[in-house]
């Protein structure tokens, strides 16, 4: 089983500036790796797949990058929409695993 | 329009069966291009896969819950459900029901339920 592990837990930035979240697989994931936004009270939300491609309606400022073991979300410029609990998935191998989640908060 | 939506008892009893369903509209879930599965959330913390399955009746489950959790399919009323024997507290979350892509493996969940709370309390 793939272990994601997420950093930091917690990112704390202000509005109209930039956010980089991690994500590291312990083991290769070849490009099988999806992000998804989650805020309070409501299920998550396709954002990113195949590593960098964005899902349907996904605003530009979202972007993903890396491969293998090594991922990275990166909003630019924040709007305050933005500030939520981000998710990554793997789905290279069976059984599909998710990683415990980085908090955007406003700073 | 697409829409899935969980229902089932918010209380289960330690020791009993947990039972939800998932009611899809806009799609069937006989299409060859989804998979079907089952996501957890416990309260504070991140998200749990539990299983996925195929309209061919192909499922996965996560090995550690492999010994309780059964996902079936209701192509009749384009539903499907979850079991989940034994249940203790560590069973108690928000449960999602989702559809999964296929391309041309199965990938992400691209269309979510709203989430069901269960709470596993005597």
């Known amino acids: 089983e793939v272990v994601l592990t997420q950093s930091p837990a917690t990112l704390s930035v202000s509005p109209g500036e930039r956010a980089t979240l991690s994500c590291r697989a312990s083991q290769s994931v070849s490009s099988n790796l999806a992000w998804y936004q989650q805020k309070p009270g409501q299920a998550p939300r396709l954002l990113i797949y195949d590593a960098s491609i964005r899902a349907t309606g996904i605003p530009a400022r979202f972007s993903g990058s890396g491969s293998g073991t090594e991922f990275t979300l990166t909003i630019s410029s924040l709007q305050s929409e933005d500030f939520a609990v981000y998710h990554c998935q793997e789905y290279n191998n069976w059984p599909y695993t998710f990683g415990q989640g980085t908090k955007l908060e406003i700073k | 329009q697409l829409h899935l939506q969980e229902s089932g008892p918010g209380l289960v009893q330690p020791s009993e069966t947990l039972s939800l369903t998932c009611t899809v509209s806009g799609v069937s879930i006989s299409s060859t291009h989804y998979y079907w599965g089952w996501i957890r959330q416990p309260p504070g913390k991140g998200l749990e896969w539990i299983g996925s399955?195929?309209?061919?009746?192909?499922?996965y489950y996560k090995p550690s819950l492999k010994s309780r959790v059964t996902i079936s399919l209701d192509t009749s009323k384009n539903q499907f459900s979850l079991k989940v024997t034994s249940v203790t507290a560590a069973d108690t979350a928000v449960y999602y029901c989702a559809r999964q892509r296929v391309v041309p493996t199965p990938s992400t969940f691209d269309i979510w339920g709203q989430g069901t709370t269960v709470a596993v309390s005597s």
């Open positions: 399955m195929y309209y061919s009746g192909n499922t």
